[in-house]
């Protein structure tokens, strides 16, 4: 996903700050993590994004000024890169609740942003089976 085509370079870095840090949140980097952030990076055209972990505040405060919109676009984001393992850590989900506080967010919609992203992340799980899938042994005629 990426929702936030519309950050200018300093939303664009402070985003990446915080998804490096729910990466990290719980002490385990995957390859697809660090495929996703650079994936990331490249959309929000910022190459050579390297994390600064004392800038993680200052992300925060950036973000905080984004309109509603901008603000659960975020939210979701960020969910995207805590599942994106395949296991939402405690610390993840923490991490989570304390951003949706920070922002200001409702917890009804980021649980449903919650369950579309989960089901968005289905959607494309089910598109690359079948663009992988052998050709069917049954001829179907028109």
């Known amino acids: 996903m990426l929702f936030l085509h519309e950050f200018e ?10 998804a490096s840090e729910m990466i990290e949140e719980d002490d385990i980097v995957t390859s697809e993590e660090d495929a996703l952030l650079m994936e ?11 994390f600064d972990a004392a800038a993680t505040a200052a992300a925060r405060d950036t973000m905080a000024q984004l309109n509603e919109v901008s603000k659960r676009k975020v939210y979701m984001e960020l969910y995207m890169f805590a599942i994106c393992d395949e296991f939402e850590a405690p610390s993840e989900r923490r991490a989570l609740s304390e951003l949706r506080e920070a922002l200001g967010l409702d917890a009804h919609i980021c649980n449903k942003l919650e369950v579309c992203a989960r089901d968005l992340c289905s959607v494309y799980a089910e598109i690359e089976n079948v663009l992988s899938a052998d050709p069917s042994p049954i001829k179907v005629e028109n």
């Open 40 to 50: 990331y990076a490249a959309a929000l055209n910022v190459p050579g994004f390297t």
């Open 9 to 18: 370079r300093i939303e664009a870095e402070a985003f990446l700050t915080l």
